[in-house]
């Protein structure tokens, strides 16, 4: 494409498949016939220090702080190694075409431009646009290899398991969960998970790693049901080590998460069969492609729309914001009288023809980059005060009913107390260093009554100033992943060798511990501290009571 007004340069936009060796060949041939002035690429600065085999960027500690960098990594993670995987179908390293273009440029002494938006930025506005639905559905195809409703639906019925987990345990009376039921359902979670353990063991002497791992699951599973819930074998075991508070937090949370999982898969289900989510794409799907279709510009923009209805707003800061952004780059090399060449995906090429013919409709430089703003009313943010202004209320009105500040310190010592050791304890199970895992405890209570901030970012932060993280550690996960030899267990451990995922899993367990304490707190510890006062029905009593009292003091302050 040669669109230019007179006396300005032109461009010529090249359209590619990152994965394909024709596009390698026909970028070659591109920058030696044309010889442009510029040959501009679809790279930016921290990408093309990698590719020349420089140090990738380290994730400075300070940024952790800031919220979702980790977030960030697991998209650039993800997005990397579906782009790898099509680089193994078709057996060419990804973005072959973009060094082929700097190396031709070089060697013919050309001016090389970096077009690109930084990849950091990109990602980052990516994951803001996601929708909520889009990470879960994503989430369902990383954990269950299911990115349907199916994989949606177990999920969500996880997350909302977990919250239904400690109601079971305080109503379940009403709807016919006793006592027992509870007990067992405890100790089939014991006894099924140390016998899977055993089993594993004992069969990873005679069989390959994977099967190894089924049979200890399945057998696991099996003791579990029959002996320890169907048999009641080993309750009394299970309660001595436990406790009544142990056996009911396990037993209801077990119960919550088994009845998320089989609504949520079942919905999917039944939203699958009526047609209301599309299936992912198998590697089947891949493999119909020969190298002519894929270098086609229509395959690849066909490829792009699918994933614009998987994810419009993820489409949005992937494709059209990188669009309209380094079309802004090549309009100002063809202002300065330059002849280009641009080297770019194929699914970008028709966006950035499009501003090349009618630049006036670019949207503002300004608009492309910084922080992306998510649309709509901002509830994350009021659920993270709301919850902050609840947690203060608690304290302040149960004072102003008349309970003492010896109660009121108990109370909050066990608030500072469980959030703190669950924290810091599955941290430590992610692998933390121990100053790690104690900073992650220590500012748990603090940050549990904020959904805006985490623990885990500080744990995280801690884990940055001994440990380096950088982007090059997402191929070495991308490697690890493409290996399907190597044993589940095995490959789990070689993962968390490799710093990012010991970062992002350290960080993820700190924010988990913290979230499960904090319902146990409400749910189970309450009752148990503030017995004398009623459990929760009186405690809300008293909350009513103090803020009767405090409506009383403020209207006589007033009249």
Not at 226 to 246: A, D, P, Q
Not at 354 to 374: C, D, F, I, R, W
Not at 376 to 397: E, H, Q, R, S, Y
Not at 417 to 444: D, E, P, Q
Request: charged letters at 20%; glycine letters at 12%.
């Amino acid at each position: 494409m040669n669109d230019s007004s007179p006396g300005e340069g032109h461009v010529r936009v090249v359209g590619t498949a990152h994965v394909s060796a024709d596009s390698v060949r026909e970028v070659e041939e591109t920058v030696r016939e044309e010889r442009p002035d510029v040959v501009a690429v679809e790279l930016d600065e921290g990408r093309y220090r990698q590719m020349k085999g420089g140090t990738p960027d380290d994730i400075e500690a300070r940024d952790l702080l800031r919220g979702n960098t980790v977030f960030q990594f697991i998209a650039y993670w993800m997005l990397s190694y579906v782009q790898s995987r099509m680089g193994d179908k078709f057996d060419v390293k990804p973005g072959a075409d973009m060094l082929a273009a700097v190396e031709t440029a070089e060697d013919e002494g050309l001016d090389v431009a970096l077009v690109d938006r930084d990849i950091q930025v990109t990602i980052q506005r990516f994951w803001r646009r996601m929708g909520t639905l889009e990470k879960m559905r994503m989430a369902g195809d990383l954990l269950f290899g299911v990115a349907d409703a199916r994989g949606v639906g177990a999920v969500l019925g996880i997350a909302v398991g977990v919250f239904l987990g400690p109601l079971v345990g305080l109503f379940g009376g009403a709807v016919g969960v006793t006592d027992l039921l509870l007990t067992r359902t405890a100790t089939a979670a014991v006894l099924g998970a140390a016998s899977a353990y055993l089993l594993y063991t004992v069969a990873s002497f005679s069989l390959d790693g994977d099967d190894a791992v089924l049979a200890g699951l399945g057998g696991g599973a099996a003791i579990g049901i029959v002996v320890g819930f169907g048999l009641g074998l080993g309750t009394g075991l299970v309660f001595g080590i436990l406790g009544s508070l142990g056996t009911a937090i396990v037993g209801s949370l077990v119960i919550g998460v088994l009845a998320g999982v089989v609504v949520g898969v079942t919905a999917g289900a039944v939203l699958n069969a009526f047609g209301l989510f599309a299936p992912a794409e198998s590697d089947a799907d891949y493999e119909e492609f020969d190298m002519a279709e894929l270098t086609d510009g229509d395959v690849v923009s066909a490829m792009m729309e699918e994933f614009r209805r998987f994810s419009p707003g993820g489409a949005e800061a992937l494709i059209d914001e990188r669009d309209a952004y380094i079309a802004h780059q090549l309009v100002a090399l063809r202002q300065s009288g330059r002849h280009v060449v641009a080297i770019v995906g194929a699914g970008h090429r028709e966006g950035i023809e499009n501003y090349l013919a009618h630049p006036e409709t670019l949207p503002p430089m300004e608009s492309l980059v910084g922080v992306a703003e998510k649309d709509g009313f901002p509830w994350g943010k009021l659920l993270g005060f709301g919850v902050t202004a609840v947690f203060i209320a608690f304290f302040v009105l149960l004072a102003m009913a008349g309970v003492g500040n010896e109660r009121l310190l108990t109370i909050f010592g066990a608030w500072f107390l469980i959030n703190g050791v669950f924290a810091a304890a599955l941290a430590k199970v992610a692998g933390a260093r121990w100053t790690s895992a104690l900073v992650g405890g220590l500012v748990a209570w603090m940050t549990s009554i904020n959904p805006l901030l985490a623990p885990g970012w500080f744990t995280g932060y801690v884990e940055l100033r001994h440990t380096p993280v950088n982007v090059g550690d997402i191929g070495k996960l991308n490697e690890l992943l493409s290996d399907e030899e190597t044993p589940i267990v095995d490959l789990v451990g070689q993962m968390f060798d490799v710093p990012l995922f010991k970062l992002i899993m350290v960080v993820a367990m700190t924010n988990i511990g913290s979230i499960i304490a904090s319902f146990l707190f409400v749910t189970y510890v309450i009752p148990v501290i503030a017995s004398d006062l009623g459990g929760v029905a009186g405690v809300a009593n008293l909350m009513f009571e103090g803020a009767r009292n405090s409506a009383d003091l403020i209207w006589r302050s007033l009249t």
